[in-house]
């Protein structure tokens, strides 16, 4: 088996989140989509062992707000590799409570849906949740983000158009620079790359980043990073 294919599926970046009493919880999800237009209902996929999972499963109710190419890794950061069980997710984000009491980020969205959620599916590691949709706004014409321009994008993977003997030259300057992986969420600060969201321009070794930069996604700071074998 190639487990590169799966890489191959097309999926969108979301932010699911839901209530429990008067607790707020979210997190992103990638596998979320629609599975009837009458009535229209959307599926989408979340880990059991995630907080958002006891929300929802106690609740019955969600919202999903679909993230824009805008969307920089800071929220994704927040909302994909911590815990609500650690830290207010909410705070110093923009989002409403909507008809469901669940809060709906707002920030980078482009469109949200409220879900009345009508059936679990237990699919081992994960439930899959169907969702009723209550509700649905546009909320900008910016693009919706694809999983794969998150991977791509994002994460600065997308190759260099650069001429071939720049490529060559940066290529065996690149192979000497060391790779260092975030002991917290596992993002890998590629030289090469830089981090041009926080101003560390490609071609920059770990050792030359400012003390205070801290990893892009998960916020750690550098101190937990380690060489990447
Ligand atoms: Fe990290």
């Known amino acids: 088996m190639d487990s590169k294919c799966f890489y191959k599926l097309s999926y969108g ?62 929220i994704i950061g927040t909302f994909g590799f911590k815990s609500g069980r650690d830290i207010d997710k909410f705070e110093g984000i923009n989002y409403k409570i909507g008809k469901l009491g669940v809060p709906i980020v707002l920030d980078y969205t482009t469109g949200f849906f409220e879900l009345q959620i009508i059936k679990d599916i237990d699919v081992g590691s994960h439930t899959l949740f169907i969702g009723r949709v209550v509700e649905a706004q546009v909320c900008s014409e910016d693009e919706p983000m694809t999983y794969s321009f998150y991977h791509n994008v994002k994460k600065g993977l997308s190759p260099k158009n650069a001429p071939t003997y720049i490529k060559k030259e940066e290529n065996t300057k690149e192979e000497k620079m060391q790779k260092y992986i975030c002991d917290v969420c596992g993002y890998v600060y590629d030289p090469s790359q830089g981090d041009p969201d926080s101003n560390i321009p490609p071609g920059t070794a770990f050792e030359d980043i400012p003390a205070a930069w801290v990893c892009p996604v998960c916020g750690a700071g550098k101190d937990s990073f380690s060489p990447q074998s």
């Open 13 to 74: 970046v979301y932010i699911a989140c839901s209530r429990k009493d008067s607790k707020f919880n979210g997190q992103i999800v990638n596998t979320c989509f629609q599975v009837t237009s009458d009535p229209p209902q959307i599926a989408m996929s979340i880990n059991k062992n995630n907080l958002t999972h006891e929300y929802i499963t106690e609740s019955r109710v969600a919202a999903l707000s679909i993230l824009t190419e805008k969307a920089p890794m800071k």
